[in-house]
């Protein structure tokens, strides 16, 4: 199949056999290596049932393949792919998305599990080049290896990543992201993410039933942090609302947005003690440089607190200009006029 993007090729199975970025003219998956593969692993942990994947997980697994159906639908704004696949008592059901404007792949998983002490697991194995991969945590990110030369690179076999995990080489990448799911791996060339582990103490019944989850592969040129990875993953994780309501078209500003690109805005709330606003952003890409934010109302006065909202610094005046650090974190109180 080929879309704006990408030329896809699939098994009889519905399995990914290729990849091809057109764009880059490059191919994506690692040759002879199945993408979006789905394995069950026997998962019987040692102790904590519910909790802890042990090491040895990976001697027995099991295939995804009784693929039931597929069909194709066609718009002006993506193709969607609909598989159906049988797995002992339960069912998967994905709609992968190729968008017409988008580069990012959504996997839409609904699933009807009914398994015991079996780990559901996606791989993605990458034609990148890297010896360490990139996991977005709370207000940063951080590299882990690849490879595994100690014991401790070999405790690393899960690891855990909030909205999005990348490999990049030199001048491409390719990120895995969530909206919901959050143990990784990340071993040689292959990037994978676990989906549903049905444990049985302290519940018999721990994941039964119906799980609906989105996973995304986000292929890009450049670095992350020069591909908006951390964006994409935010627009998966919050998605668009369309609600009916009046726009009033004199007003083109935000209600508070910052004038760079490695800054994200993470709290916009009331003062605890008063009718103050409090703004708190944090640098996300790893560097230094002036930040202003702009807001689409008045402001009187500007502070800087701490993450408590106690003052941390004098009250200013005039526009909200300040030079952030690596990952750092700030909070100010801002005082609309009235």
Same mark, same amino acid.
């Given at each position: 199949m080929d879309t704006p993007f990408y030329h896809i090729v699939w098994d009889k199975k519905g399995r990914m056999t290729s990849i091809f970025d057109k764009e880059n003219d490059r191919e994506i998956l690692k040759a002879g290596e199945l993408g979006n593969h789905l394995v069950v692993y026997e998962d019987r942990p040692m102790k904590y049932d519910a909790w802890d994947i042990d090491i040895? &997980?990976?001697? $027995? #697994? +099991?295939?995804?393949?009784?693929?039931?159906?597929?069909?194709?639908?066609?718009?002006?704004?993506?193709t969607k792919v609909k598989m159906d696949w049988n797995y002992q008592d339960s069912t998967i059901s994905q709609e992968i998305r190729f968008y017409n404007d988008n580069r990012r792949i959504?996997?839409?998983?609904?699933?009807?599990?009914?398994?015991?002490?079996?780990?559901?697991?996606?791989?993605?194995?990458l034609d990148i080049r890297t010896s360490e991969a990139t996991f977005d945590i709370q207000y940063g990110n951080v590299k882990r290896p690849t490879y595994e030369n100690t014991s401790w690179?070999?405790?690393?076999?899960e690891t855990v990543a909030h909205q999005w995990a990348d490999y990049s080489e030199t001048g491409?990448?390719?990120?895995?992201?969530?909206?919901?799911?959050?143990? &990784?791996?990340? $071993? #040689? +060339?292959?990037?994978?993410?676990?989906?549903?582990?049905c444990g049985i103490h302290p519940d018999y019944a721990a994941?039964?039933?119906?799980?609906?989850?989105?996973?995304?592969?986000?292929p890009h040129s450049g670095s992350w942090q020069e591909s908006g990875v951390q964006k994409e993953a935010w627009r998966l994780n919050n998605p668009l609302w369309t609600v009916e309501g009046a726009v009033d078209a004199e007003v083109q500003s935000a209600f508070c947005k910052a004038d760079t690109d490695h800054v994200a805005i993470d709290c916009i709330k009331k003062a605890e003690d008063?009718?103050?606003?409090?703004?708190?952003?944090h640098e996300y890409a790893g560097m230094r440089g002036p930040v202003t934010l702009n807001f689409g109302f008045p402001v009187d006065s500007w502070q800087e607190t701490d993450l408590m909202e106690n003052p941390d610094g004098e009250?200013?005046?005039?526009?909200?200009?300040?030079t952030v650090r690596?990952?750092?974190?700030?909070?100010?109180?801002?005082?609309?006029?009235?």
């Open positions: 040895y &997980y990976q001697e $027995k #697994g +099991y295939e995804v393949d009784d693929l039931k159906t597929v069909s194709v639908e066609k718009s002006s704004l993506m959504d996997f839409v998983t609904h699933a009807d599990w009914h398994e015991h002490q079996q780990l559901l697991r996606v791989l993605f194995p690179d070999m405790a690393k076999f491409y990448g390719v990120s895995l992201m969530n909206d919901c799911k959050y143990g &990784y791996s990340a $071993k #040689g +060339y292959v990037l994978g993410m676990s989906l549903i582990k994941d039964q039933g119906i799980h609906d989850f989105t996973y995304a592969l986000y008063s009718e103050d606003l409090i703004i708190r952003f009250e200013m005046t005039g526009e909200l200009k300040v690596p990952y750092e974190i700030r909070t100010f109180r801002v005082t609309p006029k009235k």
